[in-house]
């Protein structure tokens, strides 16, 4: 009886490597972050190491992706990430969104919520583990933008609607 059930999970673990998500690779970048707000190279190297794999459209996929089901589980959270933060379409947001949008930069970033533990456990992405110099340098860099935002538009019109 094992054999059968042993036989029958490894043929349907062969099944599943044929069915496979579709690799977030477009790196459309028409309204990404930078075509609008300065982002300094040190702020950049962050962003690529710490955040764009999930928040941008082109991720760079671990050797691990072409494996089921383990390429479903990334796809669902980079599509979810994309779908909270996504730079590569960051100016297509209306203003007071982006000015959110940098709020909560902020704070995920300070309370260390980000990069997701899930994304740097057991030695994934060495480079994604931000330092407090780092932390604090992407979290001055989304307050000077906010402070930009604010320099530029009125009060009211950074304000999300409720």
Known sequence: MFKKIAAVLLIALIIIQFIR???NLSDDRTHAIGTRYAVPDDVNRILESACNDCHSNKTNYPWYAGI???AWWLDHHVTEG??????????KLSVAVQNHKFEEIIDEVKEKKMPLPS???FGLHPDAHLTDVQRERLVSWAQDQMRLLKSQYPED??????
């Open 21 to 23: 998500p579709e690799k």
């Open 68 to 70: 089921q089901p383990v």
């Open 82 to 91: 994309k779908g909270e933060l996504n730079f590569s379409a960051f100016t």
């Open 119 to 121: 994304y740097t456990q």
């Open 157 to 162: 019109s950074l304000k999300m609607k409720r």
